[in-house]
């Protein structure tokens, strides 16, 4: 069971908003900046979202991260079949004094 | 352009050992945290360790403390992972990523197979 719970799998259709949701703690997402990554298959991860809601240089504003409280969330909204991809939330855990991944979640464009 | 090119991999026997290389460039290495985060196989991102900037300050997830070191030579823009005692359960890619904004750039990982 992953420190930050995230939906295994979800799915959408070409042009459609989609959204994952990262569930974490007082001690992770609740006191440290939220991170989302993107990985093809046989790639390495790609940095989607930084410091909650801010989109390196290159990456589309079709993809946006939110946080609230102990929960964060990204969402990709007009989605590409290119868009088919693992995502995966981290976040600071103070507690731990290390690093924490969501579970990941497989995205299926229809 | 920032590049991270990792080394070291390789198929080992259970409880031997292992050291992984993380060469950089196209940045000032001395100016940043760096992580190993590994994925075994079919599996989601595990981070393994992180290393401050002048080696002050070292952070390891639990199920590889006393078994695997964190290391760096800022002269040689080089991180290292030395791995002691690996177990089957360390089998994996293992990348290194830049860290002061976690993961904003990763290499294209090693593979570490523990396996007799």
């Known amino acids: 069971q992953s420190v930050l719970p995230q939906p295994p799998s979800t799915s959408g259709t070409p042009g459609q908003r989609v959204t994952i949701s990262c569930s974490g703690s007082?001690?992770?997402?609740?006191?440290?900046?939220v991170y989302w990554y993107q990985q093809l298959p046989g790639t390495a991860p790609k940095l989607l979202i930084y410091?909650?809601?801010q989109r390196p240089s290159g990456v589309p504003d079709r993809f946006s991260g939110s946080k609230s409280g102990t929960s964060a969330s990204l969402a990709i909204s007009g989605l590409r079949s290119e868009d088919e991809a693992d995502y995966y939330c981290?976040?600071?855990?103070?507690?731990?004094?290390?690093?924490?991944f969501g579970g990941g979640t497989k995205l299926t464009v229809l | 352009e920032v590049q991270l090119v990792e080394s070291g991999g390789g198929l080992v026997q259970p409880g031997g050992s292992l050291r992984l290389s993380c060469v950089a460039s196209?940045?000032?290495?001395?100016?940043?945290?760096m992580s190993w985060v590994r994925q075994a196989p079919g599996k989601g991102l595990e981070w393994v360790a992180n290393?401050?900037?002048?080696?002050?300050?070292?952070n390891y997830v639990d199920s590889v403390k006393g078994r695997f070191t964190i290391s760096r030579d800022n002269a040689q823009n080089s991180l290292y992972l030395q791995m002691n005692s690996l177990r089957a359960e360390d089998t994996a890619v293992y990348y290194c990523?830049?860290?002061?904004?976690?993961?904003?750039?990763w290499g294209q990982g090693t593979l570490v197979t523990v396996s007799s």
């Open positions: 007082s001690s992770n997402i609740g006191s440290s900046y």
């Open positions: 196209g940045f000032t290495f001395s100016n940043y945290w």
């Open positions: 290393m401050k900037q002048d080696g002050s300050e070292k």
């Open positions: 990523a830049r860290d002061n904004d976690f993961g904003d750039y």
């Open positions: 981290a976040a600071w855990d103070d507690s731990l004094s290390g690093w924490v």
């Open positions: 410091r909650n809601n």
